[in-house]
């Protein structure tokens, strides 16, 4: 380890080792409801964002005679933007903290929704998706990071997962929504429903405390012991004085230390190479399977299957309901089951669901609406349990930036997911799509195997 890994650890800032320890002892109150409900907001209004053009595309094709390769990449071209996002707010976030980060990209996500409202035809709505999902690609893990910062070691997977769970709930209202509103209101609604309320919520995520923990790598350890103190007063009972701690070091005035300073390639570094690799393989296989799957289902129904426009378009939101139902679970029993054995039956179960759909089922709408279902809650499980894992894996100095950087596989594996559908579906079949996601789910089998494990373990001893 270098002197500069040395000095920027939190246990070797003068003060933050006792600062971590009262944090790590505070019990969970008003003050963590209010920081999970704004931020939790966000993440909404996120995955609303995101999967909002989901369901104006049945009516778009028609309207616009769309192509399904030009669909495809429509689909795509967002998490295109959502890969800028990631490692732009990323960044951002270890420079000038959590809060302001998460505000920027949820306000930037929002205007640019009600932009997309005004799109009067295919080009014009392709390139502000994709300005769009910049903010889409910045909030999600930085909110990740934040949530995580926030919790304690015991039973952190059940406190950020239950923050998690609002992401696929803004998934399954998005469809509800969708079915509710596209044939009666037309599709521009979808996107004003995205914006207007965006705005609102980037202006409560300003009014939220920065995180402790990003504040003591900085220096900043008085303004990190100010916020202690909010947390321990709102607790039930004040843990400092039922637990008094010995503070071995003198507190030193903040502007004497030098704030911390990350290099990107710390991540490819001998010491987190290999947590890296693993990390960015499980979120480039999930996600190529669950986006790939949600961002085309609807149309795949209406188009392929015959279904009428209202019902695919809630035969689609039935994946996004199976996967609360399971991550629910999940939230109770990750703590106990761990991250690695979870990710690993997840992937393996969730991969032989598709690989039998492919190989005899592809036929039946049937058949597809409820394996299809079925696969996507259990590997969209696997989705959440990544926010919660990647974070862990990583010091507070590079945290955003690791979780950035990790999830802009998810965003290659989008955008890479929705264009091979189009061009499967259109040369070999509804079949091949599915024996592909399958594969993908073996792929991210293999890698949860070699994944560290970090249940109720606090974050500086995982990543010191």
């Known amino acids: 380890m270098t002197d500069t890994e040395v000095r920027l650890k939190p246990d070797a800032t003068p003060g933050g080792s006792d600062l971590i320890a009262r944090l790590e ?31 104006v595309l049945p009516v778009l094709v028609r309207l616009w005679d769309i192509t399904p390769v030009q669909i495809g990449w429509l689909i795509s071209v967002g998490y295109l933007g959502q890969f800028v996002g990631a490692l732009l707010f990323g960044g951002l976030a270890e420079r000038y ?20 409202a005004l799109a009067g035809n295919f080009p014009a709505l392709l390139l ?15 909110a990740a990071v934040y949530i995580n910062e926030l919790s304690k070691a015991h039973g952190r997977g059940r406190f950020f997962l239950l923050y998690e769970m609002i992401f696929p709930i803004g998934l399954m209202m998005t469809g509800q929504i969708g079915a509710l509103v596209v044939p009666t209101l037309g599709w521009q609604v979808m996107f004003l429903i995205g914006g207007v309320p965006g705005l609102v919520i980037a202006g409560l995520l300003l009014r939220l405390r920065e995180s402790p923990r990003w504040l003591i790598t900085r220096g900043r350890v008085d303004e990190a012991e100010r916020i202690i103190e909010e947390i321990e007063a709102s607790a039930p009972q004040n843990p400092s004085t039922s637990e008094p701690e010995h503070r071995t070091t003198a507190p030193e005035h903040p502007s004497t ?6 290099r990107w390639s710390e991540l490819l570094s001998s010491m987190y190479r290999g947590r890296t690799l693993v990390a960015w393989t499980l979120w480039a296989s999930a996600y190529f399977v669950t986006n790939g799957l949600n961002n085309w289902m609807p149309t795949l129904y209406n188009r392929v299957y015959g279904l009428p426009l209202d019902q695919a378009l809630r035969a689609g ?36 669901l598709l690989a039998a759909l492919g190989s005899f089922a592809a036929n039946s709408v049937t058949a597809v609406i409820v394996l299809v279902t079925a696969a996507y809650g259990i590997v969209g499980s696997v989705n959440a349990v990544l926010y919660l894992y990647t974070p862990e894996i990583y010091p507070t100095r590079m945290r955003a930036i690791g979780t950035g950087a990790a999830t802009c596989w998810l965003r290659l594996a989008s955008a890479a997911g929705p264009v091979m559908v189009g061009y499967f579906v259109a ?7 599915f024996l592909m996601f399958a594969a993908a789910g073996l792929i991210g089998a293999a890698a949860g195997a070699f994944m560290l494990e970090t249940r109720n373990r606090r974050l500086e001893e995982i990543a010191p």
Do not use: K
């Not at 230390?257 to 990350?262: C, H, K, V, W």
């Open 25 to 55: 002892r505070a019990p969970f109150s008003r003050w963590h409801l209010r920081a999970r409900l704004i931020m939790g907001s966000a993440t909404f209004f996120d995955a609303f964002d995101a999967l909002s053009l989901a369901f």
């Open 97 to 116: 903290g959590r809060v302001r980060s998460a505000a920027g990209a949820t306000a930037l996500m929002s205007v640019m929704s009600l932009a997309c």
């Open 128 to 142: 502000l998706r994709l300005v769009q999902g910049i903010g889409v690609g910045g909030e999600m893990p930085v």
């Open 257 to 262: 230390r030098e704030p911390s300073r990350t």
């Open 317 to 352: 939101t039935l994946t996004n309901i199976a996967q609360v139902v399971i991550l629910l679970g999940c939230a109770f029993a990750i703590d106990r089951v761990g991250r690695r054995r979870w990710v690993t039956i997840c992937f393996i179960a969730g991969g032989l």
């Open 427 to 433: 040369a070999s079949g509804t079949g091949a799509v």
